[in-house]
């Protein structure tokens, strides 16, 4: 296809990764840095130093800190900011948006407060002559801005829309496939993150490869009884979105969450962790909304439970294993719609 104008809302490490990628076969992005000195020092560089050093920004590339200009008539936009702050974004765009933009969701998380997952946040923001869609799965920031064989998942009720967002994105280095299930996608890029956190705190303890195993295996358990129970299809865990995400977030020495759960294993406060941190660890977010989600919903979801009481409550990760290990088993696919 020819090639096009896309604005990217969001200069963090994804944001910029995917900038790379999209310049690098050959569109033209606009990208939106929040902080106006880093946007300076985007312009004079062509790095972004702080969320994702050591890489040049193509020429196609145009920094901003102007949502104004980033939008201007494009009507592909790609939004890369912490989920607590779309909402507020998403308010200021609704006007400067085009009426037939198709707007991607690149983040993962679910909304604190309301417990919105991002797609609904879109909803009640945006126009309804908007059209939504999601890019989720397995990919590490570093790896796609260096170009490395990646794979990734489009996904958008209306199967026109996620086929258009996989031709702007495939790429020899970039396989993109397509969902019709938006909900399963966003839930899997959430909740994976939650989990990381808590094979890093298994991690941080020294425990072997078997817990390691059991904490991703019985957390995509988890993490598929909230998603179908919000409407999401089973299938879709088994997928990029799902399993390869959490396979690759709970495992890959890059992930952010794992990393502050290893701290947390070795002994560390949490709340001194992110005092400490100048990138957000989404997962800790998403923790506090899986949590109540899970009540609200009445699921079954011991890891996420006893995660939450380490990361909020100040118990002993010990002692959460601990009861995690004497925690009642049932059969293995209980509570999976479909299974």
């Not at 001194?272 to 941190?277: A, D, G």
Request: aromatic share 6%.
């Amino acid at each position: 296809m020819s090639k096009k104008s896309i604005s990217v809302i969001g200069a963090g490490s994804w944001g910029t990764a995917l900038s790379i990628h999209l310049a690098r076969i050959g569109h033209k992005v606009n990208l939106w840095v929040y902080e106006k000195l880093l946007c300076e020092q985007i312009k004079e560089t062509k790095e972004n130093p702080i969320f994702l050093p050591g890489f040049n920004l193509p020429n196609l590339i145009y920094p901003t800190n102007s949502l104004e200009e980033a939008i201007g008539e494009n009507n592909v936009i790609l939004i890369v900011v912490p989920t607590n702050f779309i909402r507020n974004i998403a308010e200021v765009m609704a006007p400067l948006l085009n009426p037939d933009s198709v707007i991607i969701n690149g983040g993962k998380g679910i909304e604190t407060n309301s417990l919105c997952i991002i797609r609904e946040i879109f909803k009640q923001t945006l126009s309804p002559t908007c059209r939504f869609a999601t890019l989720s799965g397995p990919t590490f920031a570093t790896e796609v801005a260096r170009g490395e064989p990646s794979a990734i998942v489009a996904a958008s009720e209306e199967i026109d829309v996620s086929n258009q967002v996989k031709t702007f994105f495939s790429s020899p280095s970039l396989k993109v496939f397509t969902s019709d299930d938006p909900i399963g996608v966003e839930i899997g890029g959430a909740l994976k993150n939650v989990m990381a956190i808590t094979t890093g705190i298994s991690d941080g303890l020294r425990m072997g490869h078997n817990t390691r195993a059991a904490i991703i295996t019985r957390g995509l358990v988890e993490i598929t009884r909230i998603g179908t129970a919000l409407g999401a299809k089973p299938e879709t865990f088994s997928g990029l979105s799902g399993l390869g995400d959490l396979v690759l977030t709970c495992t890959g020495e890059l992930s952010r969450n794992r990393q502050y759960g290893i701290r947390v294993g070795q002994g560390e406060k949490p709340h001194e962790i992110t005092n400490n941190m100048k990138v957000a660890v989404e997962g800790i977010f998403t923790l506090k909304s899986a949590h109540a989600l899970i009540s609200k919903l009445n699921i079954q979801a011991s890891i996420i439970d006893e995660t939450y009481k380490v990361v909020y409550k100040t118990k002993s990760p010990h002692q959460a294993l601990k009861d995690l290990m004497q925690s009642k088993t049932t059969t293995e696919f209980v509570g999976i719609k479909g299974m």
